[in-house]
């Protein structure tokens, strides 16, 4: 298992130490956990209303909706794989490890992961078109990782979200990812 640092992480993705995600640590420590189980919520209107969630979501994805939510619970197997399209940030609450591949053309490669330990209070960026399974902890502690993502994956767009201009409007959903329709 490769410590993910600024080197190991290089090929896909970064740390990121600019943001202040205590208000949403301290909310996600203070969640129980289930015994043999890990649970996954893809939005949470809690953290989507700290100032950290503003920040990140106005300087990485330019005032696009973000989905922010977590993964807590146990989990000791590297089980399904996630793909998003836009780069992805993860604020690992607790110590986890996770699985990262680039993309390929599925049937033709097999994904080749390369499995990260991830530090506790670790701020990481994985470029968007990575391949990744969900977080894992092969020593049975408990799983405590917040991810944000570009998207309302499974919602028309936020009604909170103002267009300044008709061209910003032009945006189009595409099951988990971006794409500006010229």
Not at 103 to 113: N, Q, R, S, T, W
Not at 119 to 127: A, D, G, M, V
Not at 168 to 175: D, F, I, M, S, V
Request: negative net charge.
């Amino acid at each position: 298992m490769i410590i993910l640092n600024e080197e190991t992480i290089k090929p896909f993705g970064r740390i990121r130490k600019s943001h202040d995600f205590i208000g949403a640590k301290r909310y996600i420590a203070s969640l129980s956990c289930i015994e043999n189980s890990l649970i996954h919520i893809e939005s949470d209107e809690h953290l989507a209303s700290l100032k950290a969630y503003r920040e990140v979501s106005e300087e990485y994805y330019g005032r696009l909706p973000v989905r922010i939510g977590y993964y807590i619970g146990y989990n000791e197997i590297e089980s399904p794989c996630r793909y998003h399209k836009s780069s992805t940030l993860f604020v690992a609450v607790s110590e986890c490890q996770i699985g990262v591949s680039t993309m390929c053309e599925f049937g033709k490669e097999i994904p080749l992961f390369n499995y990260f330990t991830i530090p506790q209070n670790t701020i990481f960026e994985l470029f968007g078109s990575m391949i990744f399974t969900r977080p894992h902890n092969r020593s049975g502690k408990e799983i405590r990782l917040i991810e944000m993502y570009a998207g309302n994956r499974d919602e028309q767009f936020s009604k909170d979200f103002e267009w300044e201009s008709d061209y910003e409007a032009r945006y189009l959903e595409c099951q988990n990812t971006w794409e500006i329709v010229l």
